[in-house]
Nanobody, 122 residues
Framework: QVPLVESGGGLVQAGDSLRLSCAAS????????MGWFRRAPGKEREFVAA????????LYTNSVKGRFTISRDNSKNTMFLQMNGLKLEDTAVYYC???????????????WGQGTQVTVSL
């Protein structure tokens, strides 16, 4: 059973918005830091954003600062990524992950979803 399930991806035009969701399945992640990563075609997986267990601390990669917002609702065991002003270079498979801490490196995350495709076109 996949512990995390992403949804909300799709095909949009540059400048549009999307909201990704990450729902926990089979267990609670309310005490875990969580993050979003993405893998663009032909590239390695990269960090996008992370949020502490209580939502009070967040981290973003520079390329999405001011455009993306990470949030979570522990009562619903769900995390979100609001993506505004999407650019062609945001095209990727987006993965959510959970960690006993939280941070920039994917090696610190223990649980992963299967990913959701985001495609941005002109």
């Amino acid at each position: 059973q996949v512990p995390l399930v992403e949804s909300g991806g799709g095909l949009v035009q540059a400048g549009d918005s999307l909201r990704l969701s990450c729902a926990a399945s089979g267990r609670t992640f309310s005490s875990n830091g969580m993050g979003w990563f993405r893998r663009a075609p032909g590239k390695e997986r990269e960090f996008v954003a992370a949020i502490s267990w209580n939502g009070r601390s967040t981290l973003y990669t520079n390329s999405v600062k001011g455009r993306f917002t990470i949030s979570r609702d522990n009562s619903k065991n769900t995390m979100f990524l609001q993506m505004n002003g999407l650019k062609l270079e945001d095209t990727a498979v987006y993965y959510c992950a959970a960690s006993s801490t939280y941070g920039y490196t994917d090696s610190s995350y223990d649980y992963w979803g299967q990913g959701t495709q985001v495609t941005v076109s002109l």
